[in-house]
């Protein structure tokens, strides 16, 4: 008599190894669907206590010497070192704004002598177009210019009406990085309870060796954007572009975007070189940010943020895509910073939890009194022998 079979009999093993994998990834991808449609829900919200983070990871080292240094309260130094930020910051902001309104009329004129080179660059170049195809061309751009000025108006207006949310999320940014600078100790503690008390002493470690990497590369990259901004800015000045110190700080802001940003910036300082003193002084540009690329490179980003911290050219050039498709231009800054802080934090994850604890306290970082005096009572440190300092996780000196 035969014995009768299931149909999952007949299956094969490595189908039923592919389906196993095929549904728990599936359930990964809705479960990721749903956290980024929750995200885009509160984009403005999400995106500033993000910018607070990232902007705390940069004063925290500030606020920590304050602390040491000042009497009184937390909320001193926390005030303090803010207020230092929101002034550079500031600094910033006013001198380009100044920069360019000085030069309005300079500019506006190499503007137009920038339409008329292309336009004659269009007619004499290579492409060889004629007047009357020109002609068309602005013809077109024109009538769909006043085609869609409905449309631009009503853009114009619903930019207007943002302005709110913005000073809202700029508020929120100030709020979120005073209170992350003043009590970020007891903050994250409280998140760790959120967690199984199993799992805490692991994520303690995890987390503030990410925490260390990203307030490094933060602290680095600042590093690395004012040498490339001042360097520009001398190039510049040496040859005499106009609005020289207004493009160095361009250029000191496009460096924190990966790949992208120095080359976008560095091409408008060319074009201004070329508009101004011809191709000569536009080839020197072209071969200081050129040599500026390579120097970060090979060098500033080695020695500043060592070999630990660095993220595959790869990683990054599909993290800065990727950003600047979700969200534009805030998305590729907020990137590879958040790229290098999840590869730090999964590495740390998979290390030995014996290992990770030793890392942390040769780093001496402040970790969670309760879980490495759990750690220490079972962790015999011959066992378990330190890496070099290369292989270290966090791989960037504290402040």
């Known amino acids: 008599m035969t014995e009768k079979r299931s149909a999952l009999d007949s299956v094969t093993m490595p189908v039923q190894v592919a389906a196993a994998w095929t549904w728990r990834l599936l359930v990964i991808l ?16 999400a995106f500033s206590f993000i910018l607070a983070l990232f902007f705390t ?21 926390a005030a303090l070192a803010l207020l230092f930020g929101v002034a550079a910051l500031g600094g910033i902001g006013t001198f380009v704004v100044w920069q360019i ?13 920038l339409v008329t ?30 085609n869609h000025q409905g449309a631009l108006i009503n853009g114009a207006i ?23 600078l003043r009590d970020g100790e007891l903050i994250w503690r409280w998140t760790l309870r959120l967690l199984p008390t199993g799992a805490q002493a692991r994520m303690d470690l995890a987390g503030r060796v990410g925490w260390r990497t990203l307030g490094g590369y933060m602290r680095g990259q600042v590093l690395i954007a004012l040498f490339h901004g001042i360097s520009v800015m001398i190039v510049l000045f040496v040859l005499r572009v106009p609005l020289a110190a207004a493009l160095g700080v ?78 534009g231009i805030p998305g590729a800054l907020l990137a ?3 790229v290098a802080f999840l590869n730090a934090t999964i590495a740390a994850l998979r290390r030995p939890l014996e290992v990770a604890a ?9 970790a969670n009194a309760e879980a490495v005096s759990a750690l220490a009572q079972d962790f015999d440190p011959t066992e378990h022998a330190a890496p070099p300092p290369k292989s270290r996780a966090a791989g960037v000196s504290e402040g």
């Open 30 to 45: 809705a479960g990721l669907y749903v956290l980024g449609q929750m995200f885009l829900t509160v984009e403005l919200v």
């Open 57 to 77: 990871a940069v004063l925290h080292p500030i606020e920590r010497r304050l602390d040491r240094a000042l009497p009184g309260p937390r909320s001193l130094s």
């Open 101 to 113: 309104s000085t030069h309005s009329t300079e500019l506006a004129n190499q503007l137009t002598a």
């Open 117 to 146: 080179h292309f336009r004659n660059w269009l007619h004499n170049g290579p492409l060889h177009l004629k007047s009357s195809d020109i002609d068309k061309l602005s013809t077109q751009f024109t009538d769909a210019v006043k």
């Open 158 to 180: 619903q930019t207007a009406q943002t302005v709110a949310e913005y000073v809202g999320a700029f508020l929120l940014i100030l709020l979120s990085t005073f209170f992350l």
């Open 250 to 327: 361009l250029i000191f802001l496009g460096s924190f975007i990966p790949l992208v940003g120095l080359t976008v910036t560095g091409a408008l300082c060319v074009a201004v070189a070329l508009l101004e003193h011809g191709f000569t002084a536009a080839i020197v540009v072209t071969v200081a940010i050129v040599v500026l690329i390579q120097l970060e490179a090979h060098l500033l980003q080695p020695f500043i943020m060592s070999r630990s911290v660095e993220v595959h050219p790869l990683a990054i050039a599909l993290s800065v895509i990727t950003g600047t498709t979700i969200a």
């Open 336 to 338: 590879v910073p958040l």
């Open 358 to 366: 030793t890392e942390q306290v040769l780093r001496k970082m402040p």
